[in-house]
């Protein structure tokens, strides 16, 4: 171990603050970067086309087969294809130009959804194509994340990163209403034909507005084996470990309530629009507190409020061990949200930890760990549901969860202290 040092230079290692107040940003100084406008629009365009996709294929799939086992598959197919992309092909994106990556990402999707939308397309078929366009959503949004860094230096990357999340995240709020809307008015396949859109001006504006740097590393090895050994590196770091594990685990166990927010919804005899209400109180939340937090505090400051934040976050859930009312629920769902603004710090920690030759295989691996582990969690939440209350399996994901976090925050805080005294 490291000797012991003062408690300010403890602290200024934990908060890795090698600048301070004075280097805030701004999120109007992320938005005057002109490549990051065509970044930012291009993925408000990517999520509407994937959200209609999805609520599209779902409600094709339910009107052909009649079967809800097959129409939940739409959803599950979401979370499922995540670990082996993010493993098997995060290669590809230091292999390769970034631009070129994203492109023909949003290029391959657009074909599958192309395909989807021909009335002659088997169920089958359009299995095999949702799994297709899963399998590319973790290559795009690692390839993406890794770019972000080269586009945006300091605090504007943090900052960057937290516009797109809060892009995905609204889009949990508005995006499946609106595509349930759009479909009261045209068939599944038109709005499959719209989705098409949003790719290729996704495809588009990603060509035109970025610019065209080169790939990261080199290499003529086996893509498949390449991705898998750099894989096994990064986790093999124990910083870099650590802070995966702390962008993987408190997600996992938020999750939890979505998955059994249907039968607590049915138990209170709220119906859908408390259903609805409940879904949205986390994502709002999240919103809310990424843009406080980013817009009113600088760097250091929200470097502090991380592991704090992290700690209490799944606080609230244990509290449903109540019984709560579903207003209530609602509210301590949203208190949850609100703590989310801790990966505004873990976005800078993450990013100097990586190798920069390796930036989009780890952004790749993190994307897949947390999507793979949200679906487990929330695979697992529902299994539990059947046999036990709802409002108690969400108030025994909040007690393991906070146990489970705190001893990744342990293991983090170690980490960072080693890391800056080294």
């Known amino acids: 171990m490291v000797a012991s040092s003062s408690s300010t230079e403890s602290d200024q290692s934990l908060t890795g603050a090698r600048g301070d107040e004075s280097a805030r940003a701004g999120y109007g100084a992320v938005f005057a970067v002109k490549e990051f406008r065509a ?12 959200v209609l996709a999805e609520v599209s294929l779902a409600v094709l799939v339910f009107r ?29 994106a230091d292999r390769y130009p970034p631009r070129r990556v994203l492109v023909a990402c949003d290029l391959l999707s657009a074909g599958c959804v192309m395909l989807m939308a021909i009335p002659a397309t088997p169920i089958a078929v359009l299995f095999l194509l949702r799994f297709a366009v899963s399998m590319i959503s973790p290559l795009f949004t690692g390839t993406r994340a890794a770019s972000l860094a080269d586009i945006l230096q300091g ?5 960057g990163r937290s516009l797109i999340r809060i892009v995905s995240q609204g889009s949990q709020v508005i995006g ?6 759009a479909l ?29 740097r080169p790939a990261r590393v080199s290499g003529g090895g086996a893509m498949t084996r390449d991705s898998i050994a750099s894989a096994g590196r990064l986790l093999g770091d124990a910083r870099i470990r650590a802070l995966l594990l702390m962008w993987w685990v408190p997600p996992m166990f938020f999750v939890v309530a979505e998955g059994v927010a249907a039968p607590l919804a049915a138990a209170s005899g709220a119906g859908s629009a408390g259903f609805g209400l409940f879904l949205a109180a986390m994502p709002v ?8 937090i980013g817009t009113l505090l600088g760097p250091a400051a929200r470097d502090r409020l991380t592991l704090p934040l992290a700690a209490v976050s799944l606080l609230p859930m244990i509290a449903f061990a109540v019984h709560p009312p579903l207003p209530l629920a ?16 873990m976005d800078r920690w993450f990013v100097e930890a990586v190798p920069e030759t390796m930036r989009g295989q780890a952004m790749s691996l993190l994307g897949a760990g947390i999507m793979t582990l949200q679906g487990l969690g929330m695979a697992v939440g529902g299994a539990i549901a059947a046999v036990v209350p709802p409002f108690m399996v969400i108030c ?7 146990v489970s976090v705190l001893g990744v925050l342990r293991s983090v805080r170690r980490q960072l202290l080693c890391g800056r005294q080294q």
């Not at 970044?39 to 365009?45: D, G, Q, Y």
């Not at 939340?285 to 406080?292: D, F, N, P, Q, R």
């Not at 609602?330 to 710090?345: D, E, P, S």
């Open 155 to 159: 605090d504007r990357y943090v900052l």
């Open 396 to 402: 025994a994901a909040g007690l393991l969860g906070t």
């Open 176 to 181: 499946y209403g609106l595509g349930g809307l």
């Open 330 to 345: 609602t509210g301590l769902m949203l208190l949850t949200g609100l703590c989310a603004a801790y990966t505004l710090g």
């Open 39 to 50: 970044v930012f629009v291009a993925h408000i365009l990517s999520v509407l086309g994937g």
């Open 285 to 292: 939340g999240t919103v809310v507190s990424e843009a406080l």
């Open 184 to 212: 009261a008015w045209v068939s599944p396949r038109t709005a499959l034909r719209v989705t098409i859109l949003t790719f290729l001006c996704s495809a588009l504006l990603l060509r035109l507005g970025t610019r065209d």
């Open 64 to 92: 052909q087969t009649g079967s809800a086992l097959l129409t939940a598959l739409v959803f599950a197919l979401g979370f499922l294809p995540y670990a082996l992309s993010g493993v098997a092909l995060s290669g590809i």
